[in-house]
């Protein structure tokens, strides 16, 4: 990584309304911001801000209305939608707020991670992954053995296997209580010290006290 490198993750311009019956709901208006590896960066703001709806966004799971999103410089609004899906697969990793919601009831611990570098087609097996997010024990389990603050770690460390360019996690701590949170919060904080671009939306402060950058949403719009 050089100074002159484009951010991991990018938008700019974004603007988003959803359709409804009679009228569309806005939801963002012209955000922009950029989060870079090595990086916890924050989306922060009360419920119905649109953290949920920018974080889809910029996970490249939704297409936003105007604006522009790029990953690692490449603008992926402009991508076709299977470019689009190759682009999530290889170098976007996303974590859902439920941890059961994030891993395959079928699939041990380190098979998960082996899935993700398959998927990814590249870098190390992972497991030095497991070692930093305290998993090295948890190896063989299958998710219902484990915790759900457990549960939400090894879907970050699924996330982030295969060295993609961002990891992006939804309130990853709200079914949580407060040690697993901590956990948590621990695990984001050692992921971007390996290097990774981590963006969370959360109102946790375990979370927001581990963001390197914080952003803060108000009916849409950074404050
Ligand atoms: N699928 C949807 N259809 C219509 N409106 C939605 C949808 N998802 C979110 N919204 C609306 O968009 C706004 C932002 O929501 P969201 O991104 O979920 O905010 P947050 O995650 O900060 O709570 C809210 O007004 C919400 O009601
Ligand atoms: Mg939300």
Redesign the pocket.
Known sequence: MTPNDPPALSCSGIT?H???SDHE????HEVALSAARGRVTALV????????????ILACLERPTHGTVEVDGVDATALSARRRRELRRHRLGYVFQNPIDNLLGYLTVEEHLGLATRLRRTGPSGGELLDALGLAGRRTHHPRQLSGGEQQRVALAFAAAGDPSALLA??PTAQLDRASAHLVGAALHQLAALGHCVVV?THDPELTGVADDVHE?VD?RIA
Do not use: F, M, N, Q
Request: aromatic letters at 4%; glycine letters at 16%.
């Open positions: 988003h959803y359709p409804a709901v806005p939801a963002l703001g009360p419920s119905g801000s649109g953290k949920s709806t920018l974080l889809r939804d309130e939306a949403l849409g």
